[in-house]
Antibody, heavy 117, light 110 residues
Framework: EVQLVESGGGLVQPGGSLRLSCAAS????????MSWIRQAPGKGLEWVAS????????YYEDSLKGRFTISRDNAENSLYLHMNSLRTEDTAVYYCTRDFVRRQGYWGQGTLVTVSS | QSALTQPASVSGSPGQSMTISCTGT?????????VSWYQQHPGKAPKLIIYEANKRPSGVSNRFSGSKSGNTASLTISGLQAEDEADYYC??????????FGTGTKVTVL
């Protein structure tokens, strides 16, 4: 059974940093594209970043480039999102996803990040 | 990248059919077949229901179907059921491995 379990969310002050983690199981993690997608409270979905299977290429939503970094550890079956210079508008549930646009697409349950003073 | 345009809400009675539109541009929906649709119940994670414009993952009801014409993709729900009441989002590849989501549609079953 495919499982994606996010962790690392919480309350952080504006300007702070946070690292989200996603533990994957039930599939060959090293073979799949992985992505982070977020959803602000009461709002729609927003693609954040994607990373190819071997981790050598990464893609970001334009407005987040330079502040967010996606990475993965295929030996640990883990996906990460490093977030710096956080702003109140980054408050959202962050979802870890497996190949979300393909047949095998799957989403974790999400982790809430709240940026507030 | 601007969000794809979806109607904010659609409603229908049980047994009816409804279609949700997703309008983009020639830079996203119009250029790629990588259009997907997601169903999200309140407090839950989204679930993939259509991929590559018109394909259904295994386990998804055949009451859901997708299509695309030009810059507009569509999701049709036939034989509407109470459990279909949820938010629906489209998503399109937008070039260079980037993606854009739709604004979302709230489906209400009367």
């Amino acid at each position: 059974e495919v499982q994606l379990v996010e962790s690392g969310g919480g309350l952080v002050q504006p300007g702070g940093s946070l690292r989200l983690s996603c533990a994957a199981s039930g599939f060959t993690f090293s073979s799949d594209w992985m992505s982070w997608i977020r959803q602000a409270p009461g709002k729609g979905l927003e693609w954040v970043a994607s990373i190819i299977p071997d981790g050598s290429e990464k893609y970001y939503e334009d407005s987040l480039k330079g502040r967010f970094t996606i990475s993965r550890d295929n030996a640990e079956n883990s996906l990460y999102l490093h977030m710096n210079s956080l702003r109140t508008e980054d408050t959202a549930v962050y979802y870890c996803t497996r190949d979300f646009v393909r047949r095998q697409g799957y989403w974790g349950q999400g982790t809430l990040v709240t940026v507030s003073s | 990248q601007s969000a794809l345009t979806q109607p904010a809400s659609v409603s229908g009675s049980p047994g009816q059919s409804m279609t949700i539109s997703c309008t983009g541009t020639s830079s996203d929906v119009g250029s790629y077949n990588l259009v997907s649709w997601y169903q999200q119940h309140p407090g839950k994670a989204p679930k993939l229901i259509i991929y590559e414009a018109n394909k259904r993952p295994s386990g998804v009801s055949n009451r859901f179907s997708g299509s695309k014409s030009g810059n507009t993709a569509s999701l049709t729900i036939s034989g509407l059921q109470a459990e279909d009441e949820a938010d629906y989002y489209c998503c399109s590849h937008a070039g260079s491995a980037t993606y854009v989501f739709g604004t979302g549609t709230k489906v209400t079953v009367l």
